[in-house]
T-cell receptor, first 114, second 115 residues
Framework: EAGVTQFPSHSVIEKGQTVTLRCDPI?????LYWYRRVMGKEIKFLLH????????ESGMPNNRFLAERTGGTYSTLKVQPAELEDSGVYFC????????????FGQGTRLTVV | AQSVAQPEDQVNVAEGNPLTVKCTYS??????LFWYVQYPNRGLQFLLK??????LVKGSYGFEAEFNKSQTSFHLKKPSALVSDSALYFC?????????????FGAGTRLFVKA
């Protein structure tokens, strides 16, 4: 069974540019999450999709971040325009229904804004 | 506010010795507790979880964790460390927090196991 896959694995962009991160969850997982880890700090929740609907987007930093999950399959996270403080590792995770179920994570996308 | 604390940035252990990676949490209600591990250039991997029942839970790679409700702790342990255990470990709490059901992570603890 394929795991959660994220593209690209690494992205270096200049301040002011746009970057789009993609996440393909495990097939059949309705729940999809985005998280971010800034260097040396904890992994912070960004948002949660249930199928194509945004269940909780309370962790999104500001309106430069836009997440979509058209059709309830893969998801994209766009940063436009990127700022230096957006640098970090962006993780995507998916899970089945159920409160006690663990999430399965992708390998992350390391974003560097210069 | 809900939070997860991993008080040690780094833990150093000699191979063959027991290891402990500490985690405490501050949440309301009865949360679900998890440990994840991240090896270099890999995503987070699930290690173990506590939902209910026996306070000592066993997980992958010989790891176990002890849930202590009175101390609100969920420390990760292994009786005999291996060099290959060197990685970044994250404690996480999952529950119906403000804004919805989600997982909150600690800052992570880097484990170095020396041969």
């Amino acid at each position: 069974e394929a795991g959660v896959t994220q593209f690209p694995s690494h992205s270096v962009i200049e301040k002011g540019q746009t970057v789009t991160l993609r996440c393909d969850p495990i097939s059949g997982h309705d729940n999809l999450y985005w998280y971010r880890r800034v260097m040396g700090k904890e992994i912070k929740f960004l948002l949660h999709f249930v199928k194509e609907s945004k269940q909780d987007e309370s962790g999104m930093p500001n309106n430069r971040f836009l997440a979509e999950r058209t059709g309830g399959t893969y998801s994209t996270l766009k940063v436009q325009p990127a700022e230096l403080e957006d640098s970090g590792v962006y993780f995507c995770a998916s899970s089945q229904d159920g409160e006690g179920t663990e999430a399965f994570f992708g390998q992350g996308t390391r974003l560097t804004v210069v | 506010a809900q939070s997860v604390a991993q008080p040690e940035d780094q833990v150093n252990v000699a191979e063959g010795n027991p290891l402990t990676v500490k985690c405490t949490y501050s949440v309301s209600g009865n949360p679900y507790l998890f440990w994840y591990v991240q090896y270099p250039n890999r995503g987070l991997q699930f290690l173990l979880k506590y939902i209910t029942g026996d306070n000592l839970v066993k997980g992958s790679y010989g790891f176990e964790a002890e849930f202590n409700k009175s101390q609100t702790s969920f420390h990760l342990k292994k009786p005999s460390a291996l060099v290959s255990d060197s990685a970044l470990y994250f404690c996480a709490v999952r529950g119906p927090f403000t804004g919805g059901f989600k997982t909150i992570f600690g800052a992570g603890t880097r484990l170095f196991v020396k041969a």
